[in-house]
């Protein structure tokens, strides 16, 4: 999860490279896939945490459908974009979508 948080375009190609040369696993790639996946489900519920009791649900439900455009972009130019989106509607959901301490 802290790669996910590091690296936002961190793809399962480079999770099944990284846990090769880290422990000698050929992982499979669907493998990856359903890891870096279950770091995101976890990153989301994280994130709906913070969202609760501070928002209208309107918000907060466009501000979860965002991340999840987020966690899935496959290019860093549709990554900003969506983290802009994010950062109009709410900063600090911005700076906890990177990664940031939210309360600092």
Known sequence: ?????DTPLYQPIHIKKDIFKEYD?????????LRKDVAY???HDNFA???RGKYSQATKD????LLSQVAYA??????EKVMREIRELNI?????ARGSNPNY
């Open 74 to 79: 496959l290019r860093v130019v549709d990554f």
């Open 49 to 51: 945490k913070y969202l």
């Open 1 to 5: 999860m802290e790669k996910l948080q």
């Open 41 to 43: 489900k976890s990153l």
């Open 25 to 33: 696993i050929d992982m499979p790639y669907h493998q990856a896939w």
């Open 92 to 96: 600090q959901a911005e700076i906890l």
């Open 62 to 65: 466009t501000l979860l459908q």
